[in-house]
């Protein structure tokens, strides 16, 4: 406030000393010095405007610098999380295509595994009746050759008999015989009876020989039985391994799509929240934009109207420590007197504890640094010295009620590792 008025008496004086400059006549000297006063008003009045109004733009802008950044930051956090909420929601809808695709083969895959156990079934049923079939064929054949053997041996010790009895045959058919024609029907008998027992040989032989081919073509049958009984162990075998590996694949799929689900539900809460915190740093930033406004506009105390209560050198102290014990001894003046152009300005606090513990101001605060170091009085003798000197009036950064890091794009004083604004 001190630095506007006299900027605005130094124009005023500016103009007053030169009125004997004036191109033309006038009434008498105290008219030009009135004229030139006037004159004075105006241009200062309109140089004040400019400069105030500049002032004004400058401190918003200054005030709001780190608030935007954050409030972009947020936006470009939010619009990113939003892109890959949307890749992640592609993701799980080819995870949940390839996966019905899956389920489709896996389906398919077990149908072909069905028939192929009732193949096997079958084929299985059939192996055991084909064989049942060459065990009876056996044995048939077995009999068979045993009759055989009976019938030839029979027939063998009837012609042996006879070759070797043949005359003796002869003359008992002759004395048996009460007739020729008795005779001739023994003679006919006996002769049925070789030509029966070659017959029979014959068609056992036949038998022998049906068997044997009956159970040669079992034989065949029985293998081809097998072979295709493998052929469908393999093709069952084939088919399980796709089974299990498809089941596999399905499986790691839907662990991956209930991961990327976990993920996209994350993403849609972290969303929420980043939504949150854009929407408090626009209010901020409202807030902000609103303060440095009425700053610009707002009265300011002279330091002999401003009172100190016990311990406010205490707190101040401790704060410098907090936020500048590590600058140089400027830059602890710098912080001090920051806190006291709060105090001074109308539309902060009008005390240095209210400043200092205003809502959101001071980070110290906020963290119980400021706490801690009171507790312990951390405050060095270089932050008392500074303490007193911005109590004392004294300012090295003019008007400014701000400070922070450095931003790029940030202007102000700088001093140490902040900048004031």
Known sequence: MRRRESIFGTIIAFFSKRAHLLPFKTGGSGKIKRIWTCIALITALSISVQFFGMESNVISVFATKETRKKLQEAKDARDKSKSQLEEKKGDIEELNKTKTGLQSELSSLNSQLQTVSDNLVTIEGNINSKQAEIDQTKKDLEEAIETQKKQYAAMKKRVQFIYESQSFMMIELMLSSKSFADFLNNSEYVAQLSAYDRKQLINYQQICQSITDKSRKLDADMKSLEDLKKKQETEQSRVSTLVNNTSSSISQYSDQINSAQAQADALKESIEKQNENIEALQKKLEEEIRMSKLAARSKWRDISQVSFAEGDRYLLANLIYCEAGG??????????????????????????????????????????????????????????????????????????????????????????GHIFY
């Open 327 to 416: 600058e140089p001894y400027s830059g602890q003046v710098a912080v001090g007197a920051v806190v006291i152009n709060r105090v001074r300005s109308s539309i902060y606090p009008d005390t240095v504890v209210g400043v200092i513990y205003q809502r959101g101001q001071f980070e110290p605060v906020a963290t119980g640094r400021l706490a801690l170091a009171l507790a312990q009085d951390k405050a060095t003798s270089s932050c008392y010295k500074a303490a007193d000197e911005a109590m004392a009036g004294y300012t090295n950064v003019g008007e400014c009620v701000y400070f922070r890091t450095p931003i790029p794009g940030l202007n102000g004083t700088k001093i140490g």
